[in-house]
C-alpha cells in the first residue's frame, strides 16, 4: 500500500505563490507517475498536472505557465509550486500516484489540502 500526506496548502492573496508537497510512504517502489488534481466548491474533481519518474510533466490549460510540478525520488516528494495564483483556483488540491505510465494516477490519492486565494 501507499499513503500521501500534502501540506503547504492556506491562504494566499490573488498573484500570490505556495508551494505544496506531497510526502509518499509505504510500498513507495510501486510508483510510476505522481500528479495534483483539484475540487472547488460546487464543482467536479479536475487534473492539475502529473509528473513520470523521469521528470516528465503535463499540465492542465488553466494552470501551464503559472504551475511547476516537480519530485524528488530520493525524498519521495512532489510538489506543486503555484505562482500568480488566481480567486478561481481555490480549492482543495490532492496528491495522487499510479502503479503504472499515466499522466492522470488515481490509484492513490491523499486526504486533501485547501488552498484559498483570495484579498
Known amino acids: 500500500q501507499v499513503q500521501l500526506v500534502e501540506s503547504g496548502g492556506g491562504l494566499v492573496q490573488p498573484g500570490g505563490s505556495l508551494r505544496l508537497s506531497c510526502a509518499a510512504s509505504g510500498s513507495i517502489f510501486i510508483i510510476m507517475y505522481m500528479g495534483w488534481y483539484r475540487q472547488a466548491p460546487g464543482k467536479e474533481r479536475e487534473w492539475v498536472a502529473a509528473i513520470s519518474r523521469g521528470g516528465s510533466s503535463e499540465y492542465a490549460y488553466a494552470v501551464k505557465g503559472r504551475f511547476t510540478i516537480s519530485r524528488d525520488n530520493g525524498k519521495n516528494t512532489v510538489y506543486l509550486q503555484m505562482n500568480s495564483l488566481r480567486p478561481e483556483d481555490t480549492a482543495v488540491y490532492y496528491c495522487?500516484?499510479?502503479?503504472?505510465?499515466?499522466?492522470?494516477?488515481?490509484?492513490?490519492w491523499g486526504q486533501g489540502t485547501q488552498v484559498t486565494v483570495s484579498s
Open positions: 495522487a500516484a499510479a502503479r503504472r505510465n499515466t499522466y492522470y494516477p488515481t490509484d492513490y
